[in-house]
């Protein structure tokens, strides 16, 4: 699904100077349908007098709405909050700050980007192992195929950082951890964003099998057991506040 021409529009109407927006969800998974939304992700820098002062500006800023048929669902947070979440093994922060599907971008968003490698942990695997168990909870619930592919995305995702400490969002990458029918899901997920999942005979072993996977892929994982970026990423949010980035 390409992406509309207006999305560049987006980030000069907010009420905050954007350090970046990008696109996530389904478009950053790689199996969009030709009726999904855009989801825009990204962090916003609060005026020195709406953080030091007795009334303090929104840390998260959220907006929903529809333009030219496609609905826009945008979400930031001010850039200290984003930089806590960063620290925090939250992959979500991590998939916004470096989707290569960039709207807005700024010197502030290159050094996060710079200083991304310095908040992986292998304590990620957390995240990834919460998200699949969630996503087939609701699979089982429903019998979407959206979560079901939601649920082999973060297992492959996570796979592939704990292995590599590379972070890699779209599904269609990582189709070597998955098993052999998912391109068959993918293509069917373009025809509608909420349909039901074909019969896939094996699918709740395979699930069971890429999570023991991740899950020795953790316990093997390379990478630290703590984020190394606090600091650099402190100075960071002090250089942009002080100086009053974007205004």
Not at 4 to 14: A, C, D, K, M
Not at 24 to 36: E, I, M, R
Not at 100 to 114: N, R, T, W
Not at 205 to 223: C, K, N, P, Q, Y
Request: charged share 20%; with cysteine.
């Amino acid at each position: 699904m390409k992406l509309p021409g207006w999305l560049g529009e987006i980030p000069g109407e907010q009420p905050y100077p954007l350090v970046f927006a990008t696109v996530s969800g389904a478009h950053l998974y790689g199996f969009p349908s030709v009726d999904s939304d855009v989801d825009l992700r990204g962090a916003h820098v609060l005026p020195v007098a709406e953080v030091a002062g007795l009334r303090h500006g929104p840390e998260t800023v959220e907006r929903m709405w529809t333009r030219d048929g496609v609905e826009v669902d945008l979400v930031t947070h001010d850039l200290a909050k984003f930089c806590r979440l960063l620290l925090g093994r939250n992959g979500y922060v991590l998939e916004q700050v470096l989707s290569p599907l960039i709207v807005a971008s700024s010197p502030v968003h290159e050094e996060l980007v710079a200083l991304a490698p310095g908040c992986l942990t292998r304590h990620h695997a957390h995240h990834y192992l919460g998200f699949a168990r969630t996503q087939w909870g609701l699979f089982e619930k429903g019998g979407e195929l959206k979560p079901l592919l939601y649920t082999f995305r973060v297992l492959a995702t996570g796979t592939h950082l704990m292995r590599t400490g590379e972070l890699e969002a779209d599904l269609t990458r990582l189709y070597a951890y998955a098993p052999a029918y998912l391109p068959e899901l993918v293509a069917a997920k373009w025809e509608a964003e909420h349909s039901g999942a074909p019969a896939t005979p094996g699918v709740e072993a395979d699930v069971a099998r890429m999570t023991a996977v991740l899950e020795e892929a953790r316990d093997s994982s390379g990478l630290p057991e703590r984020a190394t970026a606090e600091a650099a990423l402190h100075d960071l949010v002090v250089r942009a506040r002080v100086r009053g980035w974007g205004s």
